[in-house]
């Protein structure tokens, strides 16, 4: 649970008390939290340094059995992403420590020149994502989360954000349900399992819901995604979750890429390169997650989620190189290659979609392209689209969260690169290089002339270490951003 709270730290007991602190600047209001840097300040090896820290037991302040110092640096350098990591790797600490509550001395927003919006939402976020453990397959529990983080602010600002910091609170929540849903192993979460959960998760808040099954997507005539998942024992899937406002008349939706587990099919993946292809639903897990915040946080617009999912195995049944795939649009797909599923399986959820819902806007979240990481590396996502202002809106809501995204280039002469002599299209390129751009532009030929976006987040989808604030395994990339998103729509 995090909560805002005006607290006298001279008569009200805290526990463990967690102070940011600038090296060249007082950054607090509250005079008892100034009293206590000065102390710190006057011991030699504490001078306030980016990640410098300090630890004071029984100190003077009597109510405070642990205040733990944090250095940010210089105050020109202060940004809401420098606190977002301060309150993540705070509330680690804290983990680490056993401690079950903790409180977090807010800044001033006149002493730092930030907006208290800004501060509020970094700290709520770093230390909402950093209380979060992926234990489900350890025997022994060793750490817990932390039960209770109060930002400690005055009264005015307390009564003011506490709405603010619910929200982020619960938007959170939602990212940090994707991870869990990412992390999960492939042999937990087949394309039926996976449909259970996100359609479990999406009835308990009340979201309408649609499971399409292996008869049904054929009936259908979703011939990429049955397709893709011809090889597997494990029969694909297709979620539709629905979101209505009272009286909205707009209409968003969000598309997910939901590969179980990508072996690459006939096209195997050679060596180590499938060991975390248990990631490949990132996209589905962050659009599920999205419409589960979505309905907790009831914004006035109608959100559409739709999520394929498909295991990519090779087998007797598999689809092969070659192949002439008949899609749900009407169009023809040559295989070029088993191992560029991802856009079979978005083609048609994303044509089913735009034919049946008739949204303004569409975006969708895919692992799609090694490219993209080539191009932009494993921390920025890959955005594009036709319309200017849908990719600059994606773009600003990725730099307020950081989940930073760089917009790419569709060049409409790229296109002749997909033509096949025998098909409407071929799923893969003849041209060199610029994998994430005709992979984006294959994509664009199924929404006809809804408003729509690509984003590939190949790269931050997951990550091996443990960073600042998430842990190794399922970022949840993409959960705070269409959330943001969703606000400028």
Known sequence: MLQLKNLNLQ????????????????????????????????????????????ILYDSDQPNAERVIFSGLGK???????????????????????????????????????????????????GACLGNHIFDVYKKEKK??????????????????????????????????LAREWISTPSNEKSPEQLAKAF?????????????????VLKEKGCGAILAVGSGSANHPRMVILEYKAKNAEKTVAFVGKGITFDSGGINLKPGGSSRDMKT???????????LITIAKLKPKINVIGVMPLVENMPSGSAYRPGDILRTYDGKTVEVGNTDAEGRLILIDALSYLVKNYKPETVVDLATLTGACIVALGDK???VFSFDD????????????????????????????SLKSEIADLNNISDMNGAGSITAALFLSEFVGETKWAHIDIAGPSSISKPANYCGAGGTGFGVRLLCDLLEKL
């Not at 039960?147 to 929540?173: G, H, P, R, Y």
């Not at 490949?280 to 999205?290: E, I, L, R, Y």
């Not at 990719?391 to 809501?397: D, L, Q, R």
Request: charged share 35%; proline share 3%.
């Open 11 to 54: 008569k009200d007991k805290v526990g463990t008390l967690v102070i940011p602190v600038c090296e060249d600047k007082e950054i607090h209001d509250n005079q008892t939290v100034s009293s206590l840097i000065k102390k710190a300040q006057k011991i030699k090896d504490f001078k306030g340094e980016k990640d410098d820290e300090l």
């Open 199 to 215: 359609a479990d998760a999406a009835e308990k808040e009340q979201l309408g819901v649609t499971v399409f099954d292996e008869k």
């Open 280 to 290: 490949d639903m990132s996209g589905a897990a962050a659009v599920a997650a999205t």
């Open 143 to 176: 750490k817990k989360p932390v039960q209770e983080i109060t930002m400690l602010v005055n009264a005015e600002t307390a009564k003011k954000f506490d709405k603010l910091a619910s929200n982020i609170s619960t938007v959170c929540e939602g990212t940090i």
């Open 380 to 382: 920025i996502a890959g």
């Open 75 to 125: 105050l020109e350098k202060l940004d809401a992403e420098a606190l977002r990591t301060f309150a993540g790797k705070a509330v680690k600490k804290c983990i680490s420590k056993d401690v079950s509550e903790v409180l977090i001395a807010v800044p001033s927003a006149k002493k730092t020149g930030l907006e208290m919006s800004d501060i509020i939402e970094a700290l709520t976020s």
């Open 389 to 416: 202002s849908l990719a600059e809106a994606i773009v600003a809501s990725g730099r307020k969260t950081h989940e930073r995204c760089w917009r790419l280039p569709l060049p409409e002469d790229y296109k002749e």
